[in-house]
């Protein structure tokens, strides 16, 4: 699954860099580095809002119970036609690296307090990657700006890494919007049985 990323994310700026090597009148070696950099900064914008997201926003409103996160039936349809079934287990799951939990599989499937942290962890996901589609076009101003005359930094690295970034970041959002729903219905299924409604740990 990561080789679709890898792809996008080491081949994607090389031909940023060769685009602007042929219309740009760049020198390779400052073309690959710029295209490489820009890329790098992207990256780093997603790392400090993913740890934002992580640390700063309380786990209460992570509740996927909250009408904030509810995905009503029409949206679902529209990933369906997406063909979101064919390719959303290609999509990169860094869950269980990060923060110990892999939302790969579904380890506990009868257990409520299991599926309110799987829930939980849909919904910091969700709101780490979106918030990442808008904030790495904070790349266009950040990155190499100083060196390059606004325009060709525009259009041969910023906004081109900008919007692949921005799709990077998509694909995850869609991903959790469409297992959420099934999760929580497996989720109050199960939490009838409990004594208690759960708060997500």
Same mark, same amino acid.
């Given at each position: 699954? +990561? ?7 080491? /081949? /994607? ?8 090597? =042929? #219309? /740009? ?14 890329? #790098? ?5 997603? #790392? &400090?809002?993913? =740890?934002?997201?992580?640390?700063? @926003? ?7 119970? =909250? ?46 307090? !299991?599926?309110?942290?799987? =829930?939980?962890?849909?919904? !910091? ?11 790495? +076009? /904070? &790349? ?15 259009? +041969? +690295?910023?906004?081109? $890494? ?11 959002? @869609?991903?959790?919007?469409? $297992? ?22």
């Amino acid at each position: 699954m +990561f080789r679709y990323y890898l792809t996008v994310i080491l /081949g /994607g700026p090389a031909v940023l860099a060769a685009i602007a090597i =042929l #219309a /740009g009148d760049m020198s390779p070696a400052f073309a690959f580095f710029a295209a490489y950099i820009t890329m #790098a900064v992207a990256f780093a914008i997603d #790392a &400090v809002v993913a =740890l934002a997201v992580r640390y700063l @926003l309380p786990k209460r409103w992570m509740d996927a119970r =909250l009408p904030f996160w509810r995905v009503h039936r029409r949206e679902r349809g529209i990933y369906v036609r997406l063909g979101i079934r064919r390719w959303k287990d290609k999509i990169p799951e860094t869950g269980g690296l990060l923060v110990g939990f892999s939302k790969k599989q579904i380890a506990d499937p009868k257990s409520p307090q !299991y599926l309110l942290k799987f =829930l939980s962890e849909t919904c !910091y996901a969700e709101c780490m990657h979106a918030i990442s589609v808008l904030a790495g +076009f /904070g &790349v266009i101003p950040l990155a190499f700006s100083a060196l390059l005359p606004f325009y060709e930094h525009l259009f +041969f +690295f910023g906004l081109p $890494v900008a919007v692949i970034n921005a799709i990077l970041n998509l694909l995850p959002v @869609l991903v959790q919007r469409y $297992v959420r729903p099934f999760l929580l219905h497996a989720y109050r299924h199960y939490e009838k049985k409990a004594d208690a409604p759960l708060s997500p740990s």
